[in-house]
């Protein structure tokens, strides 16, 4: 075994260069030669990829015949250059007992004795993941070390960024200023060119700083505290690792950091993390009122952070906006946290609700009322002249109406309905104005022809005073702008039938959204507020909490016989109306492809499906990956002759594997907009493959966008990309089919290469 000691004086040899395993173990094995370190006869170093997405490359070392690994060699040349590298070694020596011991230092890397797995392995074995009482433990721990290792660190990033020298110890900002990610990837290029005034604006907390007193203590923070960065050894205490972002700041920041991972997990709620942390620290358990206290300082910090899709004023997502955005933003940031500090109903709503309803939505409402003024400019010019109070019109019911009104009396088929905002019942959609193709909300009126609507077959929503039928465009696949994703939406028009066409098929969903299945756009009120006059669009669903965006169907029966119809089906035994509804009427048949997913390649010709941006890699499949699935794809390095690689075209859409003869498959899942600047967060399904189903999970869909040569690579039903987690291209990294189809599109954009053929060519 190697013997763990203290680190002696670093060393100088550089590291090779990146992603060289086998390069890596020969430097390892020479500089622990050197160090004294004895391997024994014939034994050598295997390393183990386990990097994350921080841009640092980390690998678990292990020798054969060894019960556990031997270390963590992290190579980061680039990143860990002064004073980064400097305080990443005097933030380890400051947490001694509490990460693993540096045994070899050398520049731009270091070999760390082994910890033990991640929390992120643990739990998934019989172990399991700790109790919240040990995670609250060692936080409490951590924020125990003394500040004042930092005070040197804290003057060297001054030095180097002289505005620093205004940022208040009590200042989040501190976390971004200390990773050494932000100096690699150029976000400090960004920050040194901003001015004094925005500089001040964005890292002065005034009202996002933490009131209660255990939040607000300036103490030694991990910084990055989630369950891959935590590690724990056969049952002993959890220590940790990565400490690129270690620092000195409030304590609320590593608790609301946990709190943004976990509280959906069951035992790891916000209340029950504060309450460990607060008994961890005061030795007693708090009170009620302590608890929620605390709890409005986390809710409020996570304005700041870069996990739990909530972060409007993170700087990854605000430092590329020009300075008069970022001044505005920030007024308005923190005037609306001020009004949520002043009101307790506020704070409330806040624990209970989230921030979308109490923070973001009312920040977000300027910017989409801004989009969405020219959308309501149309529908006011359809309305013409005719002023809220004569929205409603009763049209005059002629001799064939009035015969088509009674005949749906004996014919019950087509429910007749209005449709109504949830959250206001007393509106209903109507066209514009007679004859109009434009929609809006008027106040609802108890038999008036305009407001009404029959569900027809597969979908269709027939208007029963014009016979035109509800449409919306679901061809072009949304692109998003994050901080923006209102910004996908089409017309919601009214125009004739077309037998087939997928974009008139809607279906009432059981959460209140009106839908269309193929695409999922949704039918919202312009700017997601309904009124009197309003406009609707079809979009993206966005935060739910935004309750504008439901639909209430009311059903109405024409006459008692209709009634009895209706309740006489209602008796039937539901396996005995799924019968009738299938023979009487079959489900429509699925669109066909819109164009071959590969126009140039006959359907029997294999070919990889090679990464744009990184055309050394490609999608494959696996069985031992991080889903667990037995079949699930993967990002791998290009490999000749690697069947699993193979893919030939079938039906013109759909992926067969050359290998296993399955079809690449994910489930379902329409995009519901639960952050608006990380649009991605809840909208993840596994990308695996499976026997041939002729299914929509099976359907895939190329384009419109083309960025790095290729074209993005979406699912036919929902259009969410196929995505390389983190959009780093690495052999064994993760891939999803997720709602990330934005900015330039780099980790969904595809080539199609055929066996053979370099990726370039």
């Not at 901003?194 to 103490?219: D, M, N």
């Not at 406009?535 to 439901?550: E, I, S």
């Not at 941006?613 to 699935?629: E, K, N, Q």
């Not at 075209?649 to 399955?662: K, P, Q, W």
């Amino acid at each position: 075994m190697v013997p763990v000691r203290p680190r002696g004086s670093p060393v100088r040899s550089a590291a090779p260069a990146p992603s060289d395993s086998s390069a890596y173990c020969e430097f390892l094995k020479a500089v622990l030669i050197e160090e004294g370190w004895c391997l024994g006869d014939g034994e050598e170093l295997t390393l183990k990829d386990c990097s994350g997405y921080g841009g640092a490359e980390t690998y678990v070392v292990s020798a054969a015949g060894r019960e556990a690994p031997w270390g963590v060699l992290r190579v980061d040349a680039e990143g860990r250059v002064a004073p980064y590298g400097v305080r990443m070694e005097a933030a380890a020596a400051a947490l001694e007992g509490l990460t693993p011991p540096q045994l070899v230092v050398g520049p731009g890397w270091t070999f760390t004795a082994w910890g033990g797995d991640t929390l992120n392995s643990v739990k998934d074995t019989g172990e399991g993941r700790p109790p919240v009482a040990e995670y609250a433990e060692f936080f409490a721990k951590v924020h125990a070390v003394p500040a004042t290792w930092f005070d040197a660190a804290r003057a060297e990033l001054i030095a180097r960024h002289p505005l620093a020298a205004s940022m208040p110890c009590e200042s989040f900002a501190w976390v971004f200023l200390t990773g050494a990610r932000l100096e690699k990837h150029g976000f400090m290029k960004s920050w040194d060119g901003w001015s004094e005034e925005v500089f001040e604006a964005y890292t002065q907390p005034g009202p996002l700083a933490p009131r209660h007193p255990a939040a607000r203590r300036i103490v030694t923070l991990h910084g990055d505290p989630h369950d891959g960065n935590l590690l724990r050894h056969r049952g002993g205490p959890i220590t940790a690792v990565d400490l690129e972002l270690t620092c000195v700041g409030p304590a609320v920041h590593d608790v609301a950091f946990f709190c943004a991972c976990y509280e959906d997990d069951e035992g790891y709620n916000r209340d029950a993390v504060i309450a460990a942390y607060l008994t961890a620290v005061e030795g007693a358990a708090p009170d009620a009122e302590s608890v929620r206290q605390f709890a409005v300082d986390v809710m409020i910090h996570r304005l700041v952070l870069w996990v739990g899709g909530e972060g409007f004023w993170c700087f990854f997502d605000i430092y590329e906006e020009p300075e008069a955005e970022i001044i505005a933003r920030g007024k308005a940031l923190k005037s609306v946290v001020q009004r949520i500090r002043d009101s307790r109903d506020l704070q409330d709503a806040l624990l209970a609700d989230g921030l979308m309803g109490t923070c973001l939505g009312p920040l977000s409402q300027p910017a989409m009322d801004r989009y969405f003024e020219p959308w309501q400019a149309r529908t006011d010019a359809a309305r013409g002249a005719r002023g809220p109070a004569a929205l409603v019109v009763g049209q005059p019911r002629g001799l064939a109406h009035r015969l088509a009104e009674a005949a749906r009396w004996f014919f019950p088929s087509w429910p007749v309905v209005t449709l109504h905002p949830t959250a206001h019942p007393a509106l209903a959609l109507q066209p514009a104005a007679p004859g109009s193709s434009a929609l809006l909300l008027a106040e609802h009126s108890a038999g008036t022809v305009e407001q009404q609507w029959q569900w027809r077959r597969y979908g269709v929503l027939q208007h029963c005073a014009s016979g035109l039928v509800l449409d919306a465009d679901n061809a072009t696949s949304m692109y998003f702008t994050r901080s923006q994703p209102w910004a996908t939406a089409t017309p919601a028009e009214l125009r004739p039938h077309h037998a087939g066409s997928t974009r008139q098929r809607w279906e009432w969903c059981a959460g209140g959204e009106l839908r269309q299945p193929l695409g999922g756009r949704v039918l919202v009120p312009n700017a997601c507020e309904a009124a009197v006059g309003r406009g609707v669009y079809c979009g993206a669903l966005l935060n739910r909490t935004l309750k504008d965006q439901f639909w209430t169907v009311r059903t109405h029966h024409r006459s008692v016989f209709s009634a009895a119809a209706w309740w006489l089906w209602a008796a039937v035994p539901e396996r005995v109306r799924g019968w009738l509804q299938r023979v009487c009427a079959p489900p429509p048949e699925l669109p066909p492809p819109r164009a071959p997913v590969v126009p140039d390649l006959p359907e029997d010709t294999p070919f990889r499906i090679v990464f744009a941006a990184s055309r050394g890699h490609c999608l494959s499949v696996r069985s031992d990956g991080y889903t667990g699935d037995r079949a699930e794809v993967y990002c791998a390095s290009v490999k000749a002759g690697a069947a699993a690689q193979l893919w030939t075209l079938v039906n013109g859409d759909t992926f067969r594997n050359v290998a296993s003869g399955e079809f690449l498959h994910s489930e379902v899942k329409h995009v519901c907009v639960a952050s608006f600047t990380w649009i991605w967060c809840d909208n993840h399904t596994d990308l695996v493959t499976r026997p041939q189903a002729h299914t929509l999970e099976q359907r895939w869909v190329a384009g419109p966008e083309t960025y790095y040569g290729g074209t993005v690579l979406r699912h036919l039903a929902d259009g969410r990309g196929v995505d390389v987690h983190g959009w780093t291209f690495k052999d064994g990294g993760q891939v999803g089919v997720e709602n990330s189809v934005h900015d330039d599109c780099k980790g969904v954009s595809y080539v199609f290469v055929p066996d053979g053929l370099e990726a370039n060519e």
